[in-house]
């Protein structure tokens, strides 16, 4: 990556030192060295957005990163063909965004703004030389995807245990309707 676009993009951050400090404190990129944290900021752009603001929606096409600095986003898929959603809540320090630029697959969820939030946003180009210049890097990017998949399982399990928990409930309803049928016609 050229010098100039490196010292363009850092100008496009309000607050340098402030997300320096944030990224040497986050969970995600806390064992980054001070020169892969200065090599994520060189990418980086500040994006801010208001409540409600869908950021993508599901099946849009990747082509950014994003790191939330402040504010909430609701995380909402579709987890069958029942239409069952389940919204985990992002903050400060989670990054979203990652899976479709490494998978190269659409977007598998909607991402919409709960408070006002300001993202450090990464291109897929510059993702793409992130995690190919460093692998403190990529491990850093695969904490974030293994907190997915953990989130995940657990919201899936929640849903099914309710989903179990009706069934049985409607399955006991039948049964006791069944029951009281048949002693009506005893």
């Not at 340098?16 to 001070?34: G, V």
């Not at 959603?85 to 979203?96: C, D, L, Q, R, T």
Request: glycine share 6%; charged share 25%.
């Amino acid at each position: 990556m050229p010098l100039g676009s490196l010292i363009n993009n850092m100008a496009k951050l309000s607050d340098l030192a402030a997300y320096r400090k944030f990224l040497n404190t986050s969970y995600f990129f806390n064992a980054l060295t001070e020169q892969e944290v200065e090599s994520v900021l060189s990418v980086c752009t500040e994006e801010t957005y208001a409540p409600d603001t869908v950021i993508f929606q599901i099946g849009d096409i990747a082509d950014k990163v994003y790191i939330i600095y402040k504010g909430t986003v609701a995380v909402t898929r579709t987890a069958d063909e029942h239409y069952i959603e389940f919204e985990p809540v992002y903050g400060s320090g989670n990054i979203f965004g990652e899976m479709s630029l490494i998978d190269g697959m659409p977007r598998g969820a909607t991402i919409t703004v709960k408070t006002a939030c300001t993202c450090l946003v990464i291109s897929r180009e510059d993702f793409q030389w992130l995690l190919n210049k460093s692998s403190h890097i990529a491990l850093a990017i695969m904490k974030s995807i293994t907190l997915v998949v953990r989130r995940n399982d657990s919201v899936l399990i929640d849903i099914l245990k309710k989903h179990n928990q009706k069934l049985t409930e409607d399955n006991l309803e039948k049964k006791l309707l069944r029951k009281q049928g048949c002693a009506m016609r005893g």
